[in-house]
C-alpha cells in the first residue's frame, strides 16, 4: 500500500523552499510519492468548462502563475533520493513528443527510475490554443498518438514514427529511463473515454475524487473500474496488471476536534473515520493514494503529513479482509 501527497503548483507555497521542504518531510516519512500538477500558460478569459467545479467555472486564483512541472520534477529530484516524483497530470498534447519523451527519460534517469507519468488529455481549450497544441477536438487521439511515442522512445533504439499528429525518421534517442520497460503511465480522469483509454494502453488509473461533482465515491469508484477492466480484457490486456490509484483532499482532524455542520466529505475527519475510508477504497483494489491536504500554510501541512503517518498509515498498510 502507497500513500503520497500532491506538491503545490502555484499560490504562497509555490516556491523552492516550500516544495523542497514538503518532498523532503514526505521523504524522511517514508511515504511513497509527491506529485506535481501541470498548466503552462493561464488564459485570462476562459469559456472552458472545468471539470472539478460544480459550476463547471475556475476559481478566481486562476491568475496566480503555475510552475513548470517538469522543471520541478527536476529540482526535486535533486533533493530527494528515494520518494517517487509523479505527475497529477501532465497535459499530454501540450508537449512536443520527442522533446517530453527525452526530459521525462532524463529526470528517470537521473534520478534512479523514479518518475510516474500521470498523463491527461487536458480540458482548457484556451491553453491548448495559445500553446499551438494539436486540435482541441482531437486531443484524446492526439493524446493516445504521443504516449506511443514516448514509450517507443524509451523502449527502441532507433526509433521511427508515422502518425497522423507526428512523424520521423530514424532517430536515436537517449538516454532510456532507469525503469526496465520504461516510466509507468497513469492516465487520469473519469470519463467514458478516460476509463477505456486506461484499460487500452495504460499501467494505472490515477483519478482524482472528492471534488464535486466528479466525487468518485465507492460505489462509482467501483463501477469504473469495472469499465476499465471490461477495456483491458477486451484489448487482450490483464486488468489485474492496471495500477489502481486515487487522489483526494485529506482533512485529518483530531479525535477531539467538532465536526463541520452536514454530512461528512470522506477522506475528512478523525484518524478513526479516515482509515475506515482508507479501507473501503482499498477493498475495491486502491494500492496508492495521493492526499491534497487541507492546511493552507506550511507548518499545517507538515503537521497533517506526521499526523497521517503516525495515526492512520500503521493502521492500513495491509489490505483489509
Request: glycine share 10%.
Amino acid at each position: 500500500m502507497n500513500f503520497g501527497f500532491a506538491l503545490p503548483g502555484r499560490g504562497p507555497l509555490a516556491t523552492p523552499e516550500a516544495l523542497v521542504r514538503l518532498a523532503t518531510k514526505a521523504e524522511s516519512l517514508r511515504y511513497s510519492s509527491v506529485f506535481v500538477t501541470d498548466h503552462v500558460v493561464i488564459p485570462l478569459d476562459i469559456t472552458s468548462t472545468y471539470p472539478y467545479s460544480a459550476t463547471g467555472a475556475v476559481g478566481t486564483d486562476w491568475a496566480q502563475g503555475y510552475l513548470e512541472p517538469l522543471a520541478v520534477m527536476a529540482h526535486l529530484a535533486g533533493a530527494t533520493s528515494r520518494i517517487r516524483l509523479g505527475t497529477s497530470v501532465l497535459v499530454i498534447p501540450y508537449r512536443n513528443p520527442l522533446l517530453q519523451a527525452k526530459m521525462l527519460a532524463t529526470i528517470d534517469a537521473m534520478s534512479g527510475g523514479r518518475v510516474i507519468l500521470g498523463a491527461g488529455v487536458g480540458w482548457m481549450k484556451e491553453e491548448f490554443d495559445a500553446l499551438g497544441s494539436p486540435p482541441y477536438a482531437e486531443r484524446g487521439a492526439a493524446t493516445d498518438e504521443y504516449i506511443e511515442i514516448m514509450r517507443q522512445c524509451w523502449t527502441k533504439e532507433p526509433v521511427t514514427f508515422q502518425g497522423k499528429y507526428y512523424s520521423f525518421g530514424r532517430l536515436s534517442v537517449l538516454p532510456k529511463p532507469r525503469q526496465k520497460g520504461g516510466i509507468p503511465v497513469w492516465i487520469g480522469g473519469h470519463t467514458e473515454a478516460a476509463l477505456r483509454r486506461v484499460g487500452r494502453l495504460a499501467d494505472g488509473w490515477h483519478p482524482i475524487g472528492m471534488r464535486p461533482p466528479a466525487m468518485l465515491l465507492p460505489d462509482e469508484y467501483a463501477r469504473m473500474v469495472g469499465v476499465i477492466h471490461a477495456a483491458a480484457r477486451a484489448a487482450g490486456r490483464d486488468p489485474g496488471g492496471i495500477e489502481l490509484s486515487f487522489r483526494v483532499p485529506l482533512d485529518l482532524r483530531g479525535s477531539k476536534a467538532k465536526a463541520p455542520a452536514g454530512a461528512r466529505q470522506l477522506f475528512s475527519g478523525t484518524a478513526a473515520e479516515v482509515i475506515e475510508d482508507v479501507r473501503a477504497y482499498q477493498r475495491l483494489g486502491v494500492t496508492h493514494f495521493v492526499f491534497d491536504p487541507a492546511p493552507p500554510d506550511l507548518k499545517g501541512r507538515v503537521a497533517m503529513m506526521e499526523r497521517f503517518a503516525g495515526d492512520v498509515r500503521p493502521k492500513v498498510l495491509r489490505a483489509p479482509r
